[in-house]
C-alpha cells in the first residue's frame, strides 16, 4: 500500500460490495461501521508473524494519513483497498477479510475498527468453526490448513469478491 490514501465515499465502497457479492448473497445491505474489536469473530486459527506486521505497518499507514482504520481506500496510484469485510452471520460479526489487521489493531491498544458490514436478507450458517479475535493464535509459519472445521459449501469466497469489488469501485468511481 503506498503512503498516501483516500478514503472511498462509503455509499461508492458499499454499492461496489453488493455488486460484487450478488452472485452469493440476495437482497443483503452494506453500510460502514465502527465495531468493537473483542466482537469480532474469525474462521482463521493461526496468523503468522510476517502478516500481522504487514497489518501493522498498514495500521501505521492509515494513522499517518489520517484515515479510519479500516474504511475503504484509494492509494496515491489509484489502487483500490477494501477495508475490513465484516458479515453478520448467525455466530455474530464475521471478519471475511482483515483478521490480520483486526488482529494488528488490537495489538497496537485499540478498541474499534471501522468497516464494511454486509448483512444478509437471511443470515448464513459459518463457513467453518469461528472463534473471538482474542482466541487466534499468532505463529512463525503455519504448516497447516489455518481455517478450523471449514465447510466448502459455506465458504465464502471473499477473494474473488475483492477483486470484482476493486473492478466495480473503478466503474462506479470513475477510474477507468
Known amino acids: 500500500m503506498r503512503e498516501s490514501l483516500t478514503a472511498i465515499p462509503p455509499r461508492v465502497a458499499t454499492s461496489a460490495l453488493l455488486v460484487a457479492t450478488s452472485g452469493w448473497y440476495s437482497g443483503a445491505t452494506a453500510e460502514y461501521v465502527e465495531v468493537p474489536i473483542s466482537s469480532l ?20 499507514t492509515y494513522a499517518a494519513q489520517g484515515v479510519a482504520p479500516f474504511v475503504s481506500v484509494l492509494d496515491q496510484a489509484g489502487g483500490a483497498h477494501l ?12 471478519i471475511l477479510d482483515g483478521t490480520h489487521r483486526a ?5 497496537a491498544g485499540r478498541t474499534r475498527v471501522s468497516g464494511t458490514l454486509i448483512t444478509p ?5 459459518p463457513p467453518a468453526i469461528l472463534r473471538p479475535i482474542d482466541e487466534i493464535q499468532e505463529v512463525v509459519h503455519a504448516d497447516g490448513p ?5 465447510q466448502p459449501p459455506t465458504f465464502r469466497p471473499a477473494v474473488d469478491w475483492l477483486e470484482r469489488w476493486s473492478d466495480q469501485i473503478r466503474i462506479e468511481g470513475g477510474l477507468e
Open 103 to 107: 488482529f494488528a489493531a488490537r495489538r
Open 83 to 94: 477495508g475490513l469485510l465484516i458479515e453478520k452471520c448467525d455466530q455474530g460479526l464475521l
Open 121 to 125: 436478507k437471511r443470515l448464513q450458517p
Open 146 to 150: 489455518k481455517f478450523a472445521g471449514r
Open 41 to 60: 469473530l474469525s474462521a482463521i486459527e493461526l496468523l503468522e508473524t510476517e502478516r500481522i506486521r504487514s497489518a501493522q505497518r498498514v495500521l501505521s
